[in-house]
């Protein structure tokens, strides 16, 4: 059984040979792992053979990406999204948000002109993320390259890129975004649908080019350790419409839907199957959430993809592999899982347990094994 296979039969809840696979790094932990072991020219999703690529989508309002300036290991740029980020060039680190380009209401209608696709500009996807990239990107045959190497090695391959609610927050700002949930409802809900007809504008552009995704990966960041960032019935009103115009013309095009959120967002976890929701990530498991319940309650309708916790991988191999062994042997079962780890792997993981982390996860997440 290859790549695609496994991850297809894994989200029609069948069992395949083994659970799929497919993991996030910190920035600093690759860097610290080829100091221990890993080859500069290999990326960790070749050595262990992870079953999924994702190619970036860009579905900005394509401002003019550059470095504004640099101290040391920090830089302050502008993303094509607008805003204005100080971050480090080598850690995964807090980033501090400086601006951002539609900050109130009234910066909106000069924002909102520039979601438009332009004649010969570069391709609107590419095997690399697009936030925070200094070059402007591929062009369509590039592009189409990439997809068609993923393709050949027999990979289930995703496009991903922000849902409305994370393109706000890029657009709008953090704390901009709270105050006008309460204050101003109606200019969110714009920002939200307009965003997400030119998101639904560009998917259809990648597939009119041959690029084909399997599924759509969402990143919507709506909750934290302690639940959701706002009121599960301001979601419902302001944000699930355009989600649910996501899960429907995703259906009508071939590709399942696939999101992830930070925090704890079981309250609407319901909202998101009537949306046509197939998967869910990271499930943190500092916030509360354990696949072994989720699956009791939503199996039959989402595909769980990650809660390994990332704490248990830096303790003792006893409790690592109790963490591993325990919730593969319920979450796999049925199909219906796929192995990640409850957010991305943070740099006091070494390289040699994370090799040790790869074989227990092919080990408890073979069939007929218990």
């Known amino acids: 059984m290859n790549s695609h296979e496994r991850v297809c039969c894994t989200l029609r809840h069948e069992q395949p040979d083994r659970i799929p696979i497919y993991d996030s790094f910190w920035t600093d932990t690759l860097s ?15 050595t262990f053979d992870f079953d999924i690529r994702v190619m970036g989508i ?8 550059g470095p504004l300036e640099e ?4 830089i302050t740029l502008r993303d094509r999204f ?16 400086l601006s951002h380009p539609a900050a109130s209401s009234e910066d909106w209608p000069q924002v909102k002109q520039r979601f438009q696709f332009h004649p010969n500009e570069p391709a609107r996807t ?7 990239r200094l070059d402007m990107g591929v062009t369509w045959p590039e592009a189409k390259q990439a997809f068609d190497q993923c393709q ?28 006008s949930l309460a204050d101003q409802p109606d200019f969110i809900q714009d920002m939200a649908e307009t965003y997400t007809d030119f998101l639904l504008q560009t998917i259809r552009l990648c597939l009119d080019q041959g690029i084909r995704y399997d599924g759509f990966f969402m990143i919507e960041d709506l909750a934290c350790t302690q639940g959701m960032l706002f009121s599960p019935t301001q979601w419902r009103t302001l944000f699930k419409p355009s989600v649910a115009r996501i899960g429907a013309f995703l259906k009508d095009h071939g590709l399942d839907f696939w999101m992830h959120s930070c925090g704890n967002a079981e309250q609407i976890f319901d909202d998101l199957v009537d949306c046509g929701l197939d998967v869910i990530n990271p499930l943190e498991a500092k916030s509360g959430l354990d696949v072994r319940h ?6 039959k309708h989402l595909t769980f993809f990650g809660n390994i916790d990332v704490i248990a991988m830096s303790q003792s191999k006893e409790t690592l592999e109790g963490e591993i062994r325990e919730k593969l042997s319920v979450a796999k079962q049925g199909g219906g899982y796929i192995y990640h780890s409850d957010h991305s792997i943070p740099p006091n993981v070494s390289w040699e347990r994370y090799k040790l982390i790869m074989a227990w996860v092919q080990r408890y997440g073979q069939y007929g094994t218990p």
């Open 58 to 65: 860009d579905a900005s309002p394509r401002f003019e990406p």
């Open 32 to 46: 610290l792992w080829r100091t221990q072991g890993l080859p500069t020219d290999v990326d960790p999703e070749d």
């Open 294 to 299: 989720l699956k009791k309650r939503y199996g």
């Open 126 to 132: 590419d095997i690399r993320a697009f936030p925070f």
């Open 71 to 74: 101290d040391g290991d920090m």
């Open 152 to 179: 050949m090695k027999q990979k289930y391959i995703l496009g991903s890129t922000y849902g409305p609610h994370e393109a706000i927050l890029r657009l709008h700002g953090f704390e901009n975004t709270l105050y």
């Open 82 to 97: 607008g805003y204005v980020v100080r971050k480090s060039q080598t850690k995964s680190r807090t980033m501090q948000f």
